[in-house]
C-alpha cells in the first residue's frame, strides 16, 4: 500500500515521524490552503485520528490537533469552517481501504500522553514577513516585531491621538483573532504589561478591526500563528527585523491632511497636531 493519499483540495504523504500535507491549487481550494501551501505535522503534535463517511459519496480522514502543539489551530480557536479544516482529507468512497489502513497506523504511533495539551508548538507556523490590510490599520510582521499604520479613512480618532503602533514580540503574551467571518472581527495584541485599555477594539491600539474585504482569514489566521509562535519562543535569539523602505511622500501628506481636519474638528489638541505631524514629517 502506498505512502500517499491523494484526497479532494490535498495530497497528504505519510512519513516515519510526521504527515505532510500538501494543498492543491485552483479556484475551488480554499485561499487558507492555498496560502499554507503545505504543512508538516508531526505524529507528537496528534491527539486523534477519525475515519468517517463523507457527503456524496467521499469519506473523510480527519486528524484532531493536541490542544498547543500548533499555532495555527490555536489562534483559530475552533472558529474554522468545516471546509477550511486543514486536519481534514475529503477522499472518493472507493479510497477507504487505504484511508482505514493509514488511520490505524497512525493511531498506533500517537504519544502515550497524546489527550494531554503539548507544552510547546510542534507544528510550525507561517513564516515572517507577513502582513495585511485591516478595515482600520495595515498591520505587519518581520519576526521581531509587529506594526500597525492606522488608515486615515478607518482608524477612529483615539487610535489616530495614540499614533502608528509597534509591538516587539518580547513584550507580548499573545494574540486574540475572532474570525472576519464573524460580526465584528478583529486581531488583538495581549502587552505582558496590560495597560488600562479600552474594552472596545477600535479604540484599542493593540488591535486591528476586519471588514466585509479587510483582514481576511488566509491572511490574518496565519499572521496571528506567526506571532504566537514567535511569542512562545521569544526567549531565544530574535529574528533579525527587515530593513523597512522610506514611507510614501503621498501617504504622508494624506495622513496629515486627515489629522488637520481631526484638529479643526476638536478631536486633536494643538500640541497633539503639533506631535504628530513632526513625527509624520520625520518618515519622510
Do not use: C
Request: proline share 8%.
Amino acid at each position: 500500500m502506498g505512502d500517499v493519499l491523494a484526497g479532494i483540495q490535498a495530497t497528504w504523504e505519510f512519513e516515519a515521524d510526521s504527515v505532510l500535507i500538501r494543498f492543491e491549487r485552483g479556484h475551488r481550494t480554499p485561499k487558507l490552503f492555498q496560502a499554507l501551501r503545505e504543512r508538516r505535522i508531526p505524529h507528537e503534535a496528534l491527539a486523534s485520528v477519525a475515519l468517517t463517511p463523507g457527503k456524496r459519496g467521499t469519506v473523510v480522514l480527519r486528524l484532531a490537533p493536541r490542544p498547543g502543539a500548533d499555532p495555527l489551530m490555536e489562534a483559530a480557536a475552533g472558529q474554522l469552517k468545516e471546509e477550511t479544516d486543514p486536519y481534514r482529507l475529503v477522499l472518493a468512497a472507493d479510497e477507504e481501504a487505504a484511508a482505514g489502513f493509514w488511520a490505524r497506523e497512525l493511531r498506533a504511533v500517537l504519544s502515550s500522553d497524546a489527550d494531554r495539551p503539548a507544552d510547546r508548538y510542534a507544528v510550525a507556523a507561517p513564516s515572517a514577513p507577513l502582513h495585511f490590510k485591516a478595515y482600520d490599520a495595515r498591520a505587519s510582521f518581520d519576526g521581531r516585531q509587529v506594526d500597525f499604520r492606522w488608515s486615515w479613512t478607518g482608524a477612529s480618532s483615539t487610535k489616530w491621538k495614540a499614533g502608528d503602533q509597534t509591538f516587539e514580540v518580547s513584550e507580548l503574551s499573545g494574540v486574540e483573532w475572532r474570525s472576519p467571518d464573524a460580526p465584528h472581527g478583529y486581531l488583538r495584541l495581549l502587552p505582558r504589561a496590560e495597560p488600562d485599555r479600552p474594552p472596545q477594539v477600535d479604540k484599542d491600539p493593540a488591535a486591528v478591526v476586519f471588514g466585509p474585504r479587510n483582514g481576511p482569514v488566509h491572511e490574518s489566521l496565519p499572521f496571528a500563528a506567526a506571532v504566537l509562535e514567535s511569542v512562545q519562543r521569544s526567549g531565544r535569539p530574535p529574528v533579525p527585523a527587515l530593513h523597512s523602505a522610506r514611507r510614501d511622500p503621498a501617504d504622508i501628506a494624506e495622513r496629515i491632511r486627515h489629522l488637520g481636519e481631526l484638529h479643526r474638528a476638536g478631536l486633536v489638541t494643538d500640541d497633539e497636531f503639533s506631535s504628530k505631524k513632526a513625527e509624520l514629517l520625520a518618515e519622510l
